[in-house]
């Protein structure tokens, strides 16, 4: 019985641990395609390693597999280029598709051909871990292509490394450390172990220096730019020691070294050795933004404010998608920037975009840096919404009054042979002692700097309201505004700048990202320019008043903010019914621009004695005679071509159509 009791054990055990056929054709296909990628294509082991990692996660070793909704087949789940996998197995005689050897025919035929790019990196990978690694993760990236496939390369990449570099190559895989040095700091982190050929994190944790905070580690002890920052990846093989590099805490209440402000704007120079992404969000805390230079008064400025110490400083020029730009949004002037870069520079536009950071020289000259270098001396903020032009302030006549020389710095160009009688435009301003500095040109094309007074023969071109920050210009019989350079969500344009009544919106006026949510308009204004917000702002204004008439007309805004004595049914009525709004009192508008209504009955807004304003819809509307019989003089405002500016002519009553 004992005997017999042990077999029968015997047989359960073996049942019960013996693989199933699936596993050990799986185990068999394993070896398959070792050899066949090893010995068939001539790659090598580590290779061979980094492409069983990627057939394992595409089908599990399987060359029956059908994935992807019957879309996909085979070992690499090939999916659009499935029917000409068939097809090659079908005309290189396999019998089947399903033959692992055909599939592995077809995946060598095409690392010669549709996917060479691919086969030519593979036959340069060295028979090392890390060589597994990058196989796998250059053929899970380049050639099978999956979804969210830098995350999926990385984890067959490590795949290749662990499950297979062992089993089918017997190579040990070397460990090293990762040792942190604090430099000058406290509490460095654990070393850590990395393996051969799989990227470690650097670590999250941090060391401790009173008045400094953490940027990353550097391969030097004294380097200046950080070479990794916490939890970046790490793939050197040996062991190394990563060094803190550390940067001056400055506190947002801090003082700026020295500060100068023109044309509406203030420029503060902050000291200290930081790296432009810092000194980036530090200016952004501040509300304003890294110093951007656009024209030649703007250069100056910050040239003579750099001048009062001795170092470079960041600005806010950045190279990003192939092309200089500034902060702001706004593109480099090329023909301005080209006189401005020192020799050799910049480095980022010869395709070596791992510098692309502007800095300003003492002496004026532009370079480019690296984001996280410290060979900076500090960091200029700048103030003042910016504009995509500087606009004329000031028309000079020249007169003996007029003194031309140096502009607020030795340095500065100065406006020179010019004769009694010219026209000087000056477009920028420096307040000074005796004089005010004034940087402009002439018709005759010369720029420069002259020191003036401020006499009557200086006549006003528009410019900057100070109390408003609105940019304007002379306009007809009043001006037009142009510009706005503040940060009021909320604005109310006067009725007048500098004593000429507001009577024009032109043009981009508030068309930046930075311009107001909602802009009312004074009764006064008659022309709006149709893309006068394309930021997507509102205007307020009164209902019945030019600046309503103005906005219908132009169709500028996004939205028109009606007074709250405008009745704005639902968007969704399609009808109002007889006597419906009859009598109703106190409401000077009704706004149906926006509804689907379709029937407007007899009496629907009769008697209304405040009513002053209709607005109809776009849609086919059927108006039954007396819907708005009252004894106002009441206008409706229709779409052009619409059945209600039909109906509106029909029956004779005033009507302004809109576009």
């Given amino acids: 019985m004992k005997r017999i009791l042990a077999c029968f054990l015997l047989l359960v055990l073996a049942a019960g641990f013996a693989p199933t056929r699936a596993e050990v054709d799986r185990e068999a296909n394993k070896q398959i395609i070792f050899d066949y990628i090893t010995k068939e294509l001539n790659l090598t082991p580590a290779v061979a390693c980094g492409i069983l990692a990627n057939v394992r996660a595409e089908s599990n070793f399987d060359p029956a597999a059908v994935g992807d909704g019957g879309d996909a087949y085979g070992i690499c789940q090939w999916n659009s280029r499935r029917d000409t ?17 055909g599939q592995l025919a077809y995946l060598g035929y095409e690392l010669e051909t549709y996917k060479k790019s691919v086969g030519d990196y593979l036959k340069k990978i060295p028979n090392t871990p890390q060589g597994a690694y990058d196989a796998a993760y250059h053929f899970c990236y380049y050639y099978e292509i999956p979804a969210n496939r830098t995350t999926k390369s990385k984890q067959r990449g490590t795949n290749a490394v662990n499950l297979y570099w062992r089993d089918f190559y017997g190579g040990e895989i070397e460990t090293y450390t990762i040792t942190y040095d604090a430099n000058g ?14 990227p470690t994190l650097v670590t999250l944790d941090k060391p401790t220096l009173e008045g400094y905070s953490l940027v990353g580690w550097s391969l030097n002890k004294d380097a200046s730019t950080l070479d990794y920052k916490e939890y970046e990846e790490f793939c050197i093989n040996k062991d190394t020691t990563l060094y803190a590099v550390w940067e001056r805490v400055i506190e947002d209440e801090t003082p700026p070294s020295a500060s100068l402000s023109s044309n509406g704007h203030t420029y503060e120079l902050y000291t200290g050795s930081f ?48 092309n200089w730009q500034w902060v702001t949004g706004e593109a480099f002037r090329d023909d301005f920037a080209s006189s401005k870069w020192a020799k050799g520079e910049p480095f980022a536009v010869y395709g070596k975009t791992e510098r692309g950071k502007l800095a300003q020289t003492q002496d004026g000259k532009w370079i480019d840096l690296h984001y996280s270098s410290f060979s ?8 003042g919404n910016k504009t995509h032009e500087t606009f004329p302030m000031y028309e000079i006549t020249v007169s003996s009054s007029l003194r031309l020389r140096e502009g607020p710095g030795t340095s500065y160009d100065t406006l020179s042979n010019i004769y009694n009688g010219e026209i000087i435009t000056i477009l ?41 920050a609105l940019v304007y210009i002379p306009y007809e019989e009043g001006c037009a505004i142009i510009g706005y350079q503040g940060n009021e969500k909320l604005l109310i344009v006067p009725k007048t700048l500098q004593s000429l009544p507001v009577i024009a919106i032109q ?13 009312t308009l004074p009764e006064g204004v008659w022309e709006i320019a149709p893309d006068s917000m394309k930021a997507g702002g509102r205007y307020l204004v009164p209902v019945a008043s030019d600046a309503h008439l103005a906005v219908l007309k132009a169709n ?46 007899t009496g629907a807004f009769s008697d209304m004695d405040s009513l002053l304003y209709v607005l109809l819809p776009e849609t086919d509307v059927e108006i039954e005679f007396g819907a708005f019989e009252s004894g106002n003089d009441t206008i409706f405002i229709v779409k052009k071509g619409s059945s209600a500016e039909k109906w509106a002519m029909n029956m004779s009553v005033d009507y302004l159509s809109v576009p």
Avoid at 85 to 101: A, L, Q
Avoid at 433 to 449: N, Q, V
Avoid at 593 to 600: A, C, E, G
């Fill in 85 to 101: 996998m068939v097809k090659f197995c079908e005309d290189n005689g396999y019998e089947t598709w399903r033959n692992i050897y």
């Fill in 185 to 198: 700091g406290k509490n460095p982190p654990k070393s850590q172990t990395k393996t051969e050929g799989i």
């Fill in 275 to 322: 790296t432009w992404t810092f000194a980036n969000e530090f200016a952004e805390k501040k509300g304003g933004y890294l110093a951007t230079i656009e024209t030649q008064a703007e250069y100056d400025v910050v040239k003579n404010l750099i001048s009062t110490f001795s170092g470079d400083c960041w600005l806010g020029g950045k190279f990003e998608s192939g």
């Fill in 376 to 383: 900076t001396e500090g960091f200029i903020v700048e103030y």
């Fill in 428 to 468: 920028d301003t420096v307040p000074g002692k005796s004089y005010d500095w004034g940087w402009g040109y002439t018709a005759g094309g010369k720029i420069g700097w002259c020191a003036m007074k401020m006499p009557d023969y200086m006549i006003s071109v528009g410019g900057i309201d100070e109390e408003t």
């Fill in 507 to 519: 043009d981009g006026a508030f068309a930046s990202q930075s311009a107001p949510d909602t802009v």
């Fill in 556 to 601: 500028a805004a996004h939205d028109i903010i009606l007074p709250q004595k405008t009745l704005r049914p639902p968007n969704a009525l399609s009808q109002i019914e007889a006597d419906a709004f009859e009598g109703a009192e106190n409401i000077e508008c009704v706004d149906l621009s926006k509804t689907n209504v379709t029937l407007i009955s």
